[in-house]
């Protein structure tokens, strides 16, 4: 089910990025995402860590989220770098993820680190060591708002 | 119309442009590596973010506008994965972060020492 | 406007070769080299319509891929000191 899904994502991305539409080599596009998505089958990526197809419901209303928590962090930096005495206070922490899989992991880990002002430094097994720019980004991480979300996309 | 997505496209173009000389400014201010790379993220995600956001509503509907999509998948995915290697590595080599306050030995991780990032 | 744009992306990445140039440690110039490539994405995507030609921007996607290979492989050749690291390896012996 995974594989045909998988070949399915490899010919739409095919038709995307080549723009030519001759029967000659939409055929051939058709060929190769077969033959890619059997390859991966064989080799044993398209199990729900390779393929996570599951977990594009969660994203629609995850990744919107997301871009806004950027966008507020973002400007929060901005306005550090432009200050004229550069007020950073740089702060180690460790916090527990509460996802349980690891593509839900590794999303709660890349979205701390995508959020300007904080950076993921460590995983191991579900405690991450962040590293944050000033101390109000460390408590918002320890706060947890952000893993309760990521808990919330995994299971959507 | 088009006049209010040309309007919106250039407000996003000129903001972007913002955002990464702020972080270009930030590379060049920050003290040390792990602040470097916060000020490397505002360009990675805002700067570019609203740069190919202000391209695509320039491009309007069609292949372009995918390409460009692609290409901001591209940073999101990728820049943390970047970013979370070069700061794994740095702490390896065992260069001290500046920091005003440390939380690593405390609570519920594990004490001190062993918070580099190895996997077990 | 795309004028504008592409002034910016010029100024940022003569900031970022400014650290590159000063960076005390190895990790401040991969950072840098990092940040450099990805402001060339952007570059070729704005020059791309600047003149007109948004072909630039496939050049700008496999530029990305290549980009991000090569900055893992530079660090892991820092960390490890060698290319063919594997880490259970290490843990086995």
Same mark, same amino acid.
């Given at each position: ?156 | ?10 407000? !996003? ?37 609203? !740069? ?45 972060? !500046? !920091? ?21 | ?93």
């Amino acid at each position: 089910m995974r594989t045909v899904s998988l070949a399915c994502f490899l010919f739409a991305f095919w038709l995307a990025l080549s723009g030519h539409y001759t029967p000659m080599l939409i055929t051939i596009g058709a060929v190769c995402a077969i033959l890619c998505a059997l390859v991966a089958a064989r080799v044993g990526v398209t199990e729900t860590e390779g393929h996570p197809v599951h977990l594009l419901r969660g994203a629609i209303t995850y990744w919107p989220w997301l871009a806004c928590e950027i966008a507020k962090s973002g400007w929060a930096v901005t306005k550090i770098i432009l200050h004229p005495r550069l007020p950073i206070s740089p702060t180690m922490t460790v916090v527990t993820a509460s996802p349980r899989t690891a593509p839900g992991i590794v999303t709660y880990a890349n979205s701390i680190t995508l959020t300007p002002g904080t950076i993921t430094v460590g995983v191991n097994g579900n405690q991450l060591t962040v590293h944050a720019l000033v101390r109000e980004g460390a408590d918002d991480i320890e706060a947890g708002g952000m893993d309760a979300r990521v808990t919330r996309f995994e299971d959507a | 119309m088009s006049l209010v997505v040309d309007l919106l496209s250039w407000l !996003l173009i000129v903001l972007g442009s913002f955002f990464a000389i702020v972080g270009g400014i930030g590379l060049v201010r920050m003290p040390d590596v792990y602040t470097r790379i916060h000020a490397a993220s505002v360009i990675d995600t805002l700067g570019a973010g609203l !740069l190919i956001l202000g391209m695509i509503l320039q491009a309007g509907f069609g292949l372009v506008a995918l390409k460009l999509t692609f290409i901001l998948a591209l940073f999101f995915f990728f820049t943390p994965v970047v970013a979370h290697a070069l700061a794994q590595a740095a702490l390896h080599e065992e260069i001290e972060p !500046l !920091l005003a306050e440390d939380r690593r030995g405390r609570g519920d991780g594990p004490a001190g020492g062993g918070t580099d990032g190895r996997q077990p | 406007m795309f004028v504008v744009a592409t002034a910016a992306v010029l100024i940022t990445i003569a900031l970022a070769l400014t650290r590159a140039i000063l960076g005390p440690t190895v990790f401040d110039r991969v950072l840098a080299g990092n940040t450099i490539g990805s402001l060339a994405i952007l570059l070729l995507a704005v020059v791309g319509f600047l003149t007109g030609r948004p072909e630039f921007l496939d050049i700008g996607l496999t530029y990305g891929l290549l980009n991000l290979i090569g900055t893992l492989a530079v660090l892991k050749f820092f960390r490890h000191g060698d290319l063919a690291y594997d880490v259970e390896e290490e843990h086995k012996s």
